[in-house]
């Protein structure tokens, strides 16, 4: 690869880093002081960077007050000569956040930028700029792609534990130097107060930061934009970001559990049962605190297509909005399945229109492993796969239809990127193991947590004929972050070859687990 040598970490971080050091708990766990006028706004949460393509990307901040937001990149660190872009007011309505678009910027280069927030009545006041890099998409094949990807971050009561270093994963990732991070879902856990100290198996003793939305189950606007805020405390994460673009979509615990369209909760921690209604609120704050053009617009999605130039599409799917009910997941005939039928054809025509040579299906959920939904006591099916090893049943049946499309119209380089189960894993899929053989050979990866519970390694469904190539899980369920078992993936694609090269990797970054393959194949 030739990835742009990137500048000292200490150079691009010390605004972002400087400004955080004024950022006080008490200060986070609520809203944005919008009275303490004295002094300079402040952006003590970071910055971030989102939707970037080969001449284009989103900015990210928050501020602690009403302020305009003032974007200035340049070509190199010292900004002699910058370029400026005025974005927009941030108010209250907004949380005080906000982003501003970045047009015309050149194809593969490194770029440097820095956030001023500006008091509205005196545009000469600005706070203290808080700067950032990242790299914008290759316009040439030759230059290679790398990018990581995980999920599940502060879950089953595991959030940011100073004595451990806190969020540690994020500088395993950031030392790789990617192009940009997937995060495949559960970006928080809405639904998974977070309380001082859990007594370990072994009798020690894990630290939370705790905060007041981390306190309960969120339900209002303010309890979920909380819940957002409360993984930027973490110093690590916010650097990160501040190197790193991401590419993000959502699951269930930016709601609540294992939620789907329609439901009303039976779950005793909350007084509003609507889950439209907390779905309403998340989907808010979700857009508020990510850099997602999509969510924007009218009609905002989350699913839709990233292209990084002609080695990569990222295809990221929204298995959560427009599903249907979780159910035993057996019925003979599905319209609706786990995508919704307009999502899947717009699935199919992104496809098809596709010139990249690899095909990123950035999936929230796996397709083989078959996830329960036990809350209410029966034994529903929160994924697609539901242990029936037989022909299509359920939502394998949108699944299936989608396998033999990508078949039969011959689209090559497909690969299936998840999360969710809390461990890591490479499945391939061949037609001559399954039960239903109408489609090509593919591989599915999963990984994460970043910084939650993980969990063993989940059944198999032998509809598609997985076949579990490696695995690392723990034997017991809920093992903390302190017992290790947090991984991530990374994908790097070589500019020469153009092959793509898939480690599962661990907390500190060992890799686990490695496969090659190989372009212009429609299965591998």
Same mark, same amino acid.
């Given at each position: 690869?030739?990835?742009?040598?990137?500048?000292?970490? &200490?150079?691009?971080? &010390?605004?972002?880093?400087?400004?955080?050091?004024?950022?006080?708990?008490?200060?986070?766990?609520?809203?944005?002081?919008?009275?303490?006028?004295?002094?300079?706004?402040?952006?003590?949460?970071?910055?971030?960077?989102?939707?970037?393509?080969? @001449?284009?990307? *989103?900015?990210?901040?928050?501020?602690?007050?009403?302020?305009?937001?003032?974007?200035?990149?340049?070509?190199? /660190?010292?900004?002699?000569?910058?370029?400026?872009?005025? +974005? !927009?007011?941030?108010?209250?309505?907004?949380?005080?956040?906000?982003?501003?678009?970045? @047009?015309?910027?050149?194809?593969?280069?490194?770029?440097?930028?820095?956030?001023?927030?500006?008091?509205?009545?005196?545009?000469?006041?600005?706070?203290?700029?808080?700067?950032?890099?990242?790299?914008?998409?290759?316009?040439?094949?030759?230059?290679?792609?790398?990018?990581?990807?995980?999920?599940?971050?502060?879950?089953?009561?595991?959030?940011?534990?100073?004595?451990?270093?806190?969020?540690?994963?994020?500088?395993?990732?950031?030392?790789?130097?990617?192009?940009?991070?997937?995060?495949?879902?559960?970006?928080?856990?809405?639904?998974? !107060?977070?309380?001082?100290?859990?007594? %370990?198996?072994?009798?020690?003793?894990?630290?939370?930061?705790?905060?007041? /939305?981390?306190?309960?189950?969120?339900?209002?606007?303010?309890?979920?934009?909380?819940?957002?805020?409360?993984?930027? *405390?973490?110093?690590? =994460?916010?650097?990160?970001?501040?190197?790193?673009?991401?590419?993000?979509?959502?699951?269930?615990?930016?709601?609540?559990?294992?939620?789907?369209?329609?439901?009303?909760?039976?779950?005793?921690?909350?007084?509003?049962?609507?889950?439209?209604?907390?779905?309403?609120?998340?989907?808010?704050?979700?857009?508020?605190?990510?850099?997602?053009?999509? *969510?924007?617009?009218?009609?905002?999605?989350?699913?839709?297509?990233?292209?990084?130039?002609?080695?990569?599409?990222?295809?990221?799917?929204?298995?959560?909005?427009?599903?249907?009910?979780?159910?035993?997941?057996?019925?003979?005939?599905?319209?609706?399945?786990?995508? +919704?039928?307009?999502? %899947?054809?717009?699935?199919?025509?992104?496809?098809?229109?596709?010139?990249?040579?690899?095909?990123?299906?950035?999936?929230?959920?796996? =397709?083989? *492993?078959?996830?329960?939904?036990?809350?209410?006591?029966?034994?529903?099916?929160?994924?697609?796969?539901?242990?029936?090893?037989?022909?299509?049943?359920?939502?394998?049946?949108?699944?299936?239809?989608?396998?033999?499309?990508?078949? @039969?119209?011959?689209?090559?380089?497909?690969?299936?990127?998840?999360?969710?189960?809390?461990?890591?894993?490479?499945?391939?899929?061949?037609?001559?193991?399954?039960?239903?053989?109408?489609?090509?050979?593919?591989?599915?990866?999963?990984?994460?947590? =970043?910084?939650?519970?993980?969990?063993?390694?989940?059944?198999?469904?032998?509809?598609?004929?997985?076949?579990?190539?490696?695995?690392?899980? !723990?034997?017991?369920?809920?093992?903390? !972050?302190?017992?290790?078992?947090?991984?991530?993936?990374?994908?790097?694609?070589?500019?020469?070859?153009?092959? =793509?090269?898939?480690?599962? #990797?661990?907390?500190?970054?060992?890799?686990?687990?490695?496969?090659?393959?190989?372009?212009? #194949?429609?299965?591998?």
């Amino acid at each position: 690869m030739s990835h742009l040598p990137l500048p000292g970490r &200490r150079s691009v971080l &010390r605004g972002s880093l400087a400004a955080s050091a004024a950022l006080t708990l008490p200060t986070g766990a609520g809203a944005a002081p919008a009275l303490a006028l004295s002094g300079r706004p402040k952006a003590g949460w970071g910055v971030q960077t989102g939707d970037v393509s080969a @001449h284009s990307g *989103l900015v990210w901040v928050r501020s602690d007050r009403p302020a305009r937001m003032i974007v200035e990149t340049s070509a190199t /660190e010292s900004f002699r000569t910058p370029r400026r872009w005025y +974005g !927009p007011l941030l108010g209250r309505d907004s949380d005080y956040t906000g982003t501003t678009p970045l @047009h015309g910027l050149p194809s593969g280069e490194q770029i440097h930028y820095r956030v001023l927030l500006a008091d509205p009545d005196d545009p000469r006041r600005t706070g203290e700029p808080v700067t950032g890099t990242f790299r914008t998409a290759p316009a040439r094949r030759r230059d290679g792609v790398r990018f990581v990807w995980s999920g599940d971050l502060a879950g089953q009561g595991w959030g940011i534990n100073p004595e451990m270093g806190g969020y540690r994963i994020y500088d395993a990732m950031a030392a790789l130097d990617p192009d940009f991070f997937l995060c495949s879902g559960d970006n928080v856990y809405a639904d998974g !107060p977070l309380t001082e100290t859990v007594t %370990l198996p072994d009798g020690r003793t894990w630290r939370n930061i705790t905060t007041e /939305e981390k306190a309960k189950v969120a339900e209002t606007l303010a309890e979920f934009r909380g819940n957002f805020r409360y993984n930027l *405390l973490d110093q690590n =994460l916010r650097a990160f970001n501040a190197q790193v673009p991401s590419i993000i979509q959502w699951d269930d615990h930016e709601v609540t559990n294992n939620w789907y369209p329609g439901e009303i909760l039976a779950d005793t921690r909350y007084t509003e049962k609507n889950v439209d209604v907390l779905a309403a609120r998340a989907r808010r704050a979700f857009s508020e605190y990510f850099p997602i053009s999509t *969510l924007r617009r009218p009609g905002g999605r989350v699913h839709r297509v990233q292209r990084y130039g002609p080695l990569l599409d990222v295809f990221v799917l929204d298995m959560r909005t427009y599903r249907n009910a979780n159910s035993t997941d057996d019925q003979t005939t599905d319209a609706q399945g786990i995508l +919704g039928r307009e999502q %899947l054809q717009w699935l199919k025509r992104e496809l098809t229109r596709s010139r990249a040579v690899w095909k990123v299906i950035a999936s929230d959920m796996p =397709l083989g *492993l078959v996830v329960p939904d036990t809350g209410d006591g029966r034994p529903n099916i929160e994924a697609v796969a539901q242990g029936d090893p037989g022909a299509p049943l359920g939502r394998e049946l949108q699944i299936a239809e989608l396998l033999r499309f990508v078949k @039969h119209r011959r689209i090559t380089g497909t690969v299936w990127l998840t999360a969710d189960v809390h461990h890591t894993s490479a499945q391939h899929y061949h037609p001559s193991r399954a039960a239903f053989p109408d489609f090509e050979p593919f591989w599915e990866f999963v990984s994460g947590p =970043l910084n939650a519970g993980a969990f063993p390694a989940n059944a198999l469904d032998n509809t598609f004929g997985p076949e579990r190539v490696f695995v690392k899980a !723990p034997t017991a369920a809920n093992v903390s !972050p302190a017992e290790g078992y947090q991984f991530f993936g990374e994908v790097d694609i070589d500019g020469d070859s153009a092959e =793509l090269t898939v480690r599962l #990797r661990e907390q500190d970054g060992t890799v686990l687990f490695t496969k090659v393959l190989r372009p212009g #194949r429609v299965g591998q």
